[in-house]
């Protein structure tokens, strides 16, 4: 049963559900940005299994977008999903880290299929924890770097400072 957390980042409402629709089927946990500010503070303060962006935002673009993504050090894969489909806006998206370009109009069920794909190579070449800017995740645990508190779930564990410094510890060296 898939647990995974996919960020949807598209400024038509119509799509964002046309795709959440689909995931939701597949049990993803979906979240939705309208735009690029939006996008930005839901990745600095959330963790996410993929995303998938659309190249035209308006008043934004895509391209710009993903170097922002990028270099806040967003390690999981990337989907773009553009109207755009010329040879040259595929290689400029791959070459800018996504990890694949998907050209509308598509079928839901190939999208899926591709997010399925994704997600499993990305699980299959990464360890289990992962270390951001802001936090650390091995398994069903989040420490927070900033506030040095510990969750499981998303549910806060009260610890004292030393069983959190320990958590820590552990969880940088598995």
């Known amino acids: 049963m898939a647990k995974e957390r996919i960020l949807i980042v598209d400024d038509e409402d119509y799509m964002r559900k046309l795709i959440k629709k689909s995931l939701v089927k597949e049990n993803y946990i979906i979240y939705e ?4 500010s939006e996008a930005l503070s839901l990745l600095k303060n959330n963790v996410f299994d993929l995303v998938i962006l659309d190249v035209m935002l308006e008043n934004e ?3 710009e977008l993903i170097k922002d993504i990028k270099s ?3 390690k999981a894969p990337i989907i773009f999903v553009s109207g755009r489909s010329e040879d040259y806006d595929k ?4 070459g800018l880290g996504a990890s694949n370009y998907i050209t509308k109009p598509f079928s839901p069920a190939v999208l899926c299929a591709h997010v399925k794909a994704q997600l499993r190579n990305y699980k299959e070449h990464t360890i289990d924890k992962v270390i951001s800017t802001n936090f650390i995740i091995s398994s069903h645990f989040k420490f927070d770097l900033k506030s040095h508190k510990l969750y499981k779930n998303e549910r806060f564990i009260d610890l004292t400072y030393k069983e959190n410094m320990l958590m820590k510890l552990f969880m940088e060296n598995p």
């Open 72 to 74: 806040i050090g967003f």
């Open 33 to 36: 940005a309208s735009n690029g």
């Open 61 to 63: 673009d895509g391209f």
């Open 91 to 94: 290689i400029l998206g791959l």
